[in-house]
């Protein structure tokens, strides 16, 4: 049966973040969310298998019987299953079809693979050696401390109280359960490994620099991936490597909300912080996000559950309208809930503005499967707000229309600021994914896909970003932080970093591990190590540490092959220019060629 495949977050998905290598992170990446009525048509019960196949790939998946999702239409956890069946195909945005996609569906009685599986199936070689170990160093006996800052989504919570014990965190409050699962992982790795003939072998901090300089300075189109999972100093330094070795630097925002930054620079940005939500905001709009399974704790710090200086009684008062083409759990807690049809976004904000300009006359009976009263109703509700905030997610970047959704939400939010106060914030995923939009902003003017060889900076969606390169076979080394490509991208993205020498740089072993050359582990941003991140809201903190650590933190160690790419290169330089004197001594200049064309 051919149906319309939308993938995202679960929270049981989240909690599974930090232990992608346990049979739970496999079990919870290969549900597949389906409504009972077609569970009915193609004749099978809750928890049988299916079969899900693409023009890239197929694989198999266990039902989970879900009204919540549309007929027609079927959830996939965002993870490895998913993305072995996806096309790497961006149009030319940089992020691939994540959330509308036909796949065709059948019966199987196949048994669902391993997460390692499908990275060995991509090529890679998985590692689970796992030592248990504990690169972390905490004070004696136990210490608690307070107002510690999450680092897992983009709301960057203050508010949590992390317990220690011999060098490991022990207890974690006020974390939602994404943040207590991270603060609380284990499976750290301790040492470099590198694979050697097939197998993984430990080697020094010292000779995986080097490596890492080696390949990086010999590269022809060197990609250098991720940083939404690192601190902005260590993002600094990263732009100075690329910059130096002419490479291109990409970060997590093109597979994410990258759309939305293209519909910012076409029509700007009205935003504002969170604790003006907080404080001020009598309707909130989550539109193609949802939240109580990606930024669990957004709606108890800044909306739906939180206290207000101006509204007397904040959560009976404040309105919340979720949009979404399935019933989320987020929508299950909203005043009210809008079910559009996938990709239906553009023209639901193309209705809603011809409402608001009093043109209702032309609108069909429905719109993207909304009946015109509710949309009449809904801009009502929207226009009677005295300080209205959209938060807008990736079911509008990464579902049909891409940025154009996002460009023409930001053109609904100015329509109703002719008439009351409208904000409009995307709901940035990891806890530094806006920074790195910002670093690489002001050091390069781009803020993402910035590529370095031409010797200026170029930005080009759709081609300098990371899918569509790997994609293309154009990259010949690539250097993944703060990020898990293995897991998160098409599988052709993958078996192409299979084939090149590929360096991961992350506090774990993950699933790109498996497509790796080489695995540099480092300290933990928020544990062991620290540096600035920006909110959501683009609010600078500092992510305190914790711990100390026996390992070196992100930007220490790329400042280490930093001044290893410029020593290397001095010295390739000097041997060049050597080699150059030594020539021009036996050929004469004047027979028409210059000195170092004969090098
Ligand atoms: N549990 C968990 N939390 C996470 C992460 C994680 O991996 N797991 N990752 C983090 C990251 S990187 C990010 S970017 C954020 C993302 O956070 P969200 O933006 O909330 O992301 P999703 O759950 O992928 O998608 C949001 C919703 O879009 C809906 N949707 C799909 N298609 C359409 C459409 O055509 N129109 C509309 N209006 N909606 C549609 C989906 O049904 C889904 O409910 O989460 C962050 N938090
Ligand atoms: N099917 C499907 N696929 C999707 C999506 C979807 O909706 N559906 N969503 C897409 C989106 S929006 C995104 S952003 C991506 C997910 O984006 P990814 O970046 O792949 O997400 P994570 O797996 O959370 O990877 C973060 C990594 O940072 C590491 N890390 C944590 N702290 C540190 C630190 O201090 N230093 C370093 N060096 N590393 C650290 C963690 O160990 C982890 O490996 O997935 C994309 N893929
Ligand atoms: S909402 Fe986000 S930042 Fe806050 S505790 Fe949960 S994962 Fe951490
Ligand atoms: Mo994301």
Redesign the pocket.
């Known amino acids: 049966m051919k149906m319309m495949m939308n993938?995202?977050?679960t929270i049981k998905q989240g909690e599974q973040?930090?232990y992608k290598e346990s049979p739970e992170y496999s079990e919870q990446t290969s549900l597949c969310f389906i409504h009972p009525a077609d569970l009915f048509e193609i004749g099978l019960e809750e928890g049988d298998n299916v079969e899900i196949e693409t023009e890239t790939g197929i694989t198999v998946f266990k039902t989970v019987a879900s009204p919540e999702v549309a007929q027609g239409e079927v959830y996939?956890p965002?993870?490895p299953h998913?993305?072995f069946i996806?096309p790497p195909d961006t149009h030319s945005v940089g992020a691939p079809d994540?959330?509308t996609l036909m796949v065709e569906i059948r019966p199987t009685s196949k048994e669902v693979l391993s997460s390692w599986d499908l990275l060995e199936e991509e090529g890679g070689i998985r590692y689970d050696k796992f030592s248990n170990g504990c690169p972390t160093i905490s004070p004696e006996g136990t210490t608690t401390i307070k107002d510690v800052i999450c680092?897992l989504c983009g709301c960057l919570c203050d508010d949590i109280e992390l317990t220690l014990r011999d060098n490991r965190v022990v207890e974690c409050k006020n974390a939602c359960s994404l943040g207590n699962a991270k603060f609380l992982a284990k499976n750290r790795l301790m040492k470099p490994i590198k694979k050697v003939e097939g197998a993984w072998e430990e080697i020094s901090y010292e000779e995986a620099i080097g490596y890492t300089a080696d390949v990086l300075l010999n590269a022809k189109r060197p990609l250098l991936f991720?940083w939404?999972?690192?601190?902005s100093e260590a993002q600094c330094v990263g732009i100075t490597i690329a910059e130096c070795i002419g490479g291109i630097i990409d970060n997590?925002s093109s597979?994410?909300h990258g759309p939305s930054i293209m519909a910012i620079q076409e029509v700007g940005h009205p935003g504002c912080t969170l604790g003006q939500v907080r404080q001020r905001a009598d309707v909130v709009v989550y539109w193609g996000a949802n939240p109580l399974a990606a930024h669990p704790r957004h709606l108890s710090r800044y909306s739906t559950y939180s206290d207000s200086h101006f509204l007397e009684n904040a959560s009976s008062d404040r309105r919340i309208i979720v949009v979404d083409v399935r019933e989320s759990e987020t929508a299950k807690i909203a005043d009210e809930f809008i079910q559009i049809k996938s990709g239906g976004d553009y023209a639901v904000f193309s209705a809603l503005r011809a409402i608001i300009l009093g043109k209702e006359g032309v609108l069909p009976d429905t719109v993207a499967g909304v009946p015109k009263d509710t949309l009449i109703k809904l801009a009502k509700t929207l226009l009677n707000a005295r300080f209205g905030a959209f938060f807008t997610g990736?079911g509008l970047t990464?579902s049909k229309g891409k940025y154009k959704n996002v460009r023409n939400a930001i053109e609904l939010i100015d329509e109703l600021n002719r008439h009351t106060k409208y904000t409009l914030t995307p709901m940035r995923?990891?806890w530094n994914?806006n920074g790195t939009n910002q670093t690489f902003t002001f050091l390069t003017g781009y803020p993402y896909a910035v590529d370095f060889s031409r010797g200026v900076t170029y930005f080009n969606p759709g081609e300098t970003s990371a899918i569509d390169l790997l994609a293309k076979k154009e990259v010949d080394v690539c250097v993944i932080?703060?990020?898990?490509?293995g897991?998160?991208?098409p599988r052709a993205c993958n078996e192409h970093l299979a084939t090149i020498p590929t360096i991961v740089?992350?506090?774990?072993p993950?699933m790109s591990t498996a497509v790796a050359t080489l695995h540099i582990p480092?300290?933990?941003?928020?544990v062991d190590?620290e540096g600035i991140a920006y909110r959501m809201d683009t609010v600078p903190l500092r992510v305190q540490k914790v711990m100390d650590s026996t390992q070196p933190?992100?930007a220490e160690l790329l400042r280490r092959i930093l001044k290893t790419i410029q020593e290397r290169n001095e010295q390739q330089i000097t041997a060049h220019t050597r080699e150059i004197d030594s020539q021009s001594t036996i050929i004469p200049v004047d027979d028409g060629r210059r000195p170092h064309q004969s090098g």
Request: hydrophobic share 35%; aromatic share 8%.
């Open positions: 993938s995202g977050r973040l930090y996939l965002c993870g998913a993305n996806l994540f959330k680092p991720g939404s999972g690192t601190h997590c597979e994410c990736i990464q995923g990891h994914v932080i703060g990020s898990d490509p897991a998160h991208f740089i992350d506090p774990f993950i480092v300290a933990m941003t928020g190590a933190d992100d």
